[in-house]
């Protein structure tokens, strides 16, 4: 599977900054997503990063908050915008490759810390 | 809203033991289901997949899918302590089948 590398690893940030994580993935792949794990919880999709236009956002989740871009089929960044402490979560990007069915695979993660 | 369950455990297995993990999920239109394995500060890594119903093997591993009963299982075969981890359970939506909805995922421990 594709080689995804996300960064930061992990950041502590003031309350009220922005922050940007970058994924890149070693190879061209179909679908990009960025999701959310907060504390002691399960995934949650933030939106679906779509190459070339904007990103489509889950329920809860806006784009003035967390502008995602995609420029291209192996990057994609998502900015977690004007942060205060509820923003502290591991954000998570995930591929898939190819056909619309084909496993969703995860980077290593970026873990935020809001003061 | 579509939903997949899962018991948060833990579930405790002597080492050696099957383990065996239960999902269930609401969306009867749903096709595709995964299920991750995901250490205590690590991201989700993809074990096994399954489309079909009844069984697919993998290694030590077996997903199980009824479509019927709306259930999917993961069965992990000679548990090792490695094993433990908290393992997800998740389901493509038949809406976007690109969207997958996550359980809240099942606490495993594998003790010696």
């Known amino acids: 599977s594709a080689v995804i590398s996300q960064k930061p690893s992990r950041d502590i940030c003031q309350r009220g900054t922005s922050l940007t994580i970058q994924c890149q993935v070693d190879s061209q792949v179909t679908m990009m997503f960025w999701y959310r794990q907060q504390p002691g919880q399960s995934l949650t999709l933030i939106a679906t990063a779509n190459q070339g236009s904007e990103a489509t956002y889950e329920s809860g989740f806006v784009i003035d908050k967390f502008p995602i871009s995609r420029p291209n089929l192996t990057f994609s960044t998502l900015t977690v915008s004007n942060m205060s402490p509820e923003d502290s979560s591991i954000y998570l990007c995930?591929?898939?490759?190819?056909?619309?069915?084909?496993?969703?695979?995860f980077g290593d993660g970026t873990r935020l810390s809001i003061l | 809203q579509k939903e997949v369950e899962q018991n948060s455990g833990p579930l405790s297995v002597p080492e050696g033991a099957i383990a065996s993990l239960n999902c269930t999920y609401s969306?009867?239109?749903?096709?595709?289901f995964f299920w991750y394995r995901q250490y205590s500060g690590k991201s989700p890594e993809l074990i096994m997949f399954i489309y079909s119903n009844g069984d697919k093997e993998d290694g030590r591993f077996t997903a199980q899918l009824n479509k019927a009963s709306q259930y999917v299982s993961l069965l992990i075969r000679d548990s090792q302590p490695s094993d433990s981890a908290t393992y997800l359970c998740a389901g493509k939506a038949t809406y976007n089948t690109d969207k997958l909805i996550f359980g809240t995922g099942t606490r495993l421990q594998v003790f010696p």
């Open positions: 969306d009867r239109g749903s096709q595709s």
């Open positions: 995930s591929v898939a490759e190819g056909a619309s069915n084909q496993p969703q695979h």
